[in-house]
């Protein structure tokens, strides 16, 4: 029998749009990703964490841009000639979210079977294990699979915005 | 055709037309003779009949009929409106109103509560007495002494020729014969196909049809003409009655003349016309020719001043809120498109295209103005739904009160006009049951024994005042203050002016009122009022004279999608402070120093903010540096800026949940550079202004900020 089955085959090779951050290659799933943009016209919001870069119009909507590796608790992301904006739409709990992510460059589009994917390590990563998928095995390296709505989840953003607050004294 | 998409508008237009309808009634409480109303409700009563007869609603249609018989007594003269009608005809409507809901939330009419069933039968009842005298359901008094054609009694013929744009308007001539069928019986149908072209020439949608109808019915003219109320004006529609002279006939074969013989034959075939009546017709035939045309001369006339009362209905067009809303952000977007354009033309240094681009961003403000006004209602609607209100709890509560409206083509936005009309109805409700006095007290005050309550709007300063007002008993601060205390609202020996005691009633768990009542007084009602009308960034406020009466003020924002507001710099950043809490601006004078939290206004203490420190921003302050001074819910306070930018009016996007917690802002907005400026929450930072000092805030912000992460 034929190793060729349409239903496995899409079910399994999803599309993957890798971006570099500093040294690491990561990846997310094309689904969520809305559009790239060129980076630029960032206005920044006051009180709110770093990793909150700021907010852009996006043809009449405000779009809040988020630095990962601020949010990975890395440095900020030097932005260059190369730099993007990646918009990205999420659903969480019902609720559509478009949130932008910085990124130093985007690189292409793949497809990971899913054989080829690898559970997140349990230690070793810089990277918190609860925004991770997995661990793509590329032919040279590896890249990191987020799990976006995680990453993006609005409830840990609504408290790092929180964390800023003059409490009430 | 599929329904289901067109029962929304069915259901929407009854609707509408059972608050005209009401609206109507209500009116016609105060002239009982107005003709124009008569007509208006039943053409209301009709149209929802006719409507739901198309979609098969067949017990919507049933009791309609009923009432509509009713009506039709009334239009004629034979029965007069008074109260016990009015009433009547208010419950028909509510009772039409639950059915309709019943179909709007999905459930079949089939399966109607037992107690609507009650209900409707009850009504019928009632109604069926205004009919006695000469029922519908009974033969026609004497038919005229002429040479009976054929046919006995209730023996109609209907002759139908349906305009070309039948089936465009919607209409279906299947459904009119079905309807027919709800009111008699059909005998007989010939179909009449002499104007169907040949294939070639024929358009699908147009209809070329005609029937000739033999039907027999113990209904009255007037209720078979309704059935074609909908394409008598397009069509060609003769109803000819039982036992119809001959000379009728011949006046519709002369009419039909181009048809020749096939009509007179289908006559015959129909048993309406005797076949040796046949020849007498058709001898008339030629002399039809004539009267044919006489009649056509006339009849455009009478189209135009048809199309003239139905013109005016026509300029409406439903339309779907979020499609404005989309249209509304698309015409932001060509705004920052037309900016950015022309700021290009200019720099190109090229005199046509910054002309041409200069003419462009004039026409796109229009359309922006344009579009704004089509969210903008008229506030008469939802005062109108107030006499209903005022008249239902006046009779319920036994004081005579008169609802008097002014002001109803205030225009607002449409999302304020929906969520002010429960706090509206509260605020109405209250005055009646605790502000007009019983008839014995405004006796002995010597006042007149009708209570009075006026809504009124009007436009003040950017915004839209909303008065409830009565003129009855007035609030008593030394009560509330007694009662405030005795709540434990206020402190023992505080000291209060009048107002501040009379507003005090919107503070939550006051109630004045000794007896709690059905409608009011249980201390929920006036705080609730007050939060729903916050919410809408509005105010309210009370003022009240013993003995004289209460006026409640309410005053809301036009819109809550724009705001006109000043447009401030602090470092690189833009800031918009909302222009109606705006009252000056001023320079910040050198001598005021860092460190200092306060500055002299012209000999008042100004406390004030540095939104440079507040916001953390880095770059160095400009020489000179600006204060503008805001007021909101009484506080006043500074906010020291880099710049003034300017008035403008902007169009305000939701934070959106990531920053709904930052307590500086309200929202944002988009600047004509396509970059985005960010609202200042002002009575955020205000509260903030009495709660801490500014120092304090400013450097919690910065620990803050260096500890989080």
């Known amino acids: ?169 | 055709m599929n329904l289901d998409s067109v029962i929304g508008t069915f259901i929407a237009e009854s609707q509408e037309l059972l608050q005209q309808m009401e609206d109507a009634l209500l009116q016609i409480e105060h002239a009982p003779d107005d003709a124009e109303r008569i007509n208006a409700i039943f053409r209301a009563a009709h149209t929802i009949k006719g409507s739901a007869g198309l979609f098969g609603f067949d017990s919507i249609v049933a009791f309609t009929h009923v009432a509509e018989s009713v009506l039709d007594r009334v239009r004629a003269g034979d029965v007069r409106f008074n109260g016990d009608l009015i009433a009547l005809m208010l419950n028909v409507g509510d009772h039409l109103a639950g059915l309709i809901s019943q179909l709007a939330s999905g459930h079949d009419l089939s399966d109607l509560p037992e107690t609507t069933r009650a209900t409707e039968a009850a009504l019928t009842g009632e109604l069926s007495h205004y009919l006695e005298p000469q029922p519908a359901n009974t033969t026609p008094a004497a038919a005229p002494d002429t040479p009976t054609p054929v046919a006995g009694a209730g023996h109609w013929h209907l002759s139908l020729r349906f305009g070309v744009d039948t089936l465009r308007n919607g209409m279906d001539p299947l459904a009119f014969l079905r309807y027919l069928g709800t009111l008699g019986s059909i005998l007989h149908v010939e179909p009449v196909l002499d104007h169907l072209p040949p294939l070639e020439a024929l358009d699908p949608e147009s209809c070329y049809l005609g029937l000739e109808v033999a039907f027999e019915s113990q209904a009255d003219q007037s209720a078979i003409e309704g059935a074609f109320e909908f394409v008598r004006e397009e069509g060609s529609i003769r109803i000819l009655p039982p036992q119809a002279p001959l000379s009728a006939f011949r006046e519709l074969i002369a009419e039909r003349a181009a048809e020749g013989t096939a009509q007179v034959e289908r006559l015959v075939r129909c048993g309406s016309l005797a076949a040796d009546a046949f020849e007498q017709a058709a001898q008339h035939n030629d002399s039809a020719h004539e009267t044919a045309t006489t009649r056509a001369a006339d009849t455009p006339e009478r189209a135009a001043k048809d199309n003239s009362r139905t013109s005016k209905d026509a300029n409406l067009i439903r339309v779907d809120a979020d499609k404005l809303d989309q249209l509304i952000n698309l015409v932001g977007e060509l705004i920052i498109a037309g900016a950015n354009t022309r700021m290009l033309a200019q720099r190109s240094n090229l005199a046509d295209m910054c002309e041409s681009a200069e003419t462009l961003s004039r026409l796109v403000e229009e359309v922006r103005d344009s579009a704004l006004t089509l969210r903008m209602v008229q506030i008469g609607a939802t005062f109108n739904r107030f006499q209903r209100v005022v008249r239902d709890v006046s009779r319920e509560i036994g004081k005579d009160i008169v609802l008097q409206i002014s002001g109803g083509d205030t225009e607002l936005d449409k999302t304020v006009v929906e969520k002010i009309g429960d706090p509206l109805t509260h605020l109405v409700r209250n005055a009646m049951d605790h502000g007009i006095e019983p008839a014995e007290v405004r006796h002995s005050a010597g006042k007149p024994l009708q209570g009075v309550v006026r809504l009124n709007a009007y436009h003040e300063a950017g915004g839209i005042v909303i008065e409830v007002s009565d003129d009855g008993g007035g609030l008593n601060p030394q009560k509330i203050l007694a009662k405030a205390t005795q709540r434990g609202l206020v402190s023992e020996g505080q000291q209060f002016g009048d107002k501040d005691l009379l507003n005090l009633i919107f503070e939550p768990g006051f109630s004045t009122a000794e007896q709690i009542s059905n409608l009011s007084g249980r201390g929920v009602g006036m705080d609730v009022v007050k939060r729903n009308i916050t919410a809408l960034r509005g105010t309210v406020e009370l003022d009240s004279v013993l003995g004289q009466g209460t006026c409640v003020r309410i005053r809301l924002p036009l819109t809550l999608a724009i705001i006109d507001g000043l447009l401030i710099g602090v470092g690189q950043s833009s800031y918009v402070v909302p222009l109606d809490m705006v009252e000056e601006c001023i320079e910040l004078p050198s001598a005021e120093i860092a460190g200092q939290q306060h500055l002299d206004l012209r000999g008042e203490v100004l406390p004030f903010i540095r939104l440079r420190q507040l916001f953390d921003d880095q770059s160095q302050p400009p020489r000179r540096e600006n204060v503008v001074v805001v007021r909101y819910a009484g506080i006043r306070a500074g906010l020291v800026v880099d710049q003034l930018l300017g008035e403008f009016q902007t169009v305000i996007k939701p934070l959106g949940k990531v920053f709904c917690q930052v307590p500086a802002l309200s929202g944002f907005t988009i600047l004509g550079s396509g970059a985005v400026a960010l609202i200042l929450d002002i009575p955020g930072l205000l509260t903030q202004v009495t709660q801490h000092a500014n120092t304090r805030i400013a450097g919690q912000s910065n620990a803050l900020r260096s500890t989080a992460q």
């Open chain 1, 1 to 169: 029998m034929s190793s060729f089955n349409p239903a496995t085959a899409t079910d399994t090779r999803q599309q993957y749009l890798t971006f570099t951050l500093g040294e690491a290659l990561f990846a997310v799933g094309t689904l969520n990703v809305r559009e790239i943009i060129e980076y630029g016209h960032l206005t920044p919001v006051p009180l709110m964490p770093p990793s909150i870069l700021g907010v852009i119009n996006l043809r009449g909507g405000v779009v809040p841009i988020l630095d990962l590796r601020q949010r990975f608790g890395q440095g900020a992301t030097q932005v260059s000639r190369r730099s993007c904006i990646v918009i990205l739409e999420v659903q969480r709990s019902g609720i559509d979210q478009v949130i932008g992510i910085v990124v130093e460059a985007v690189n292409a589009v793949l497809e990971i079977p899913e054989q080829d994917i690898e559970p997140p390590p349990s230690f070793g990563s810089q990277i918190p294990t609860d925004f991770l998928i997995g661990m793509g095995k590329l032919d040279t390296r590896l890249v990191v699979l987020l799990d976006i709505g995680r990453v993006l989840s609005l409830d840990d953003l609504q408290l790092l915005a929180g964390r800023e607050l003059p409490e009430s004294a």
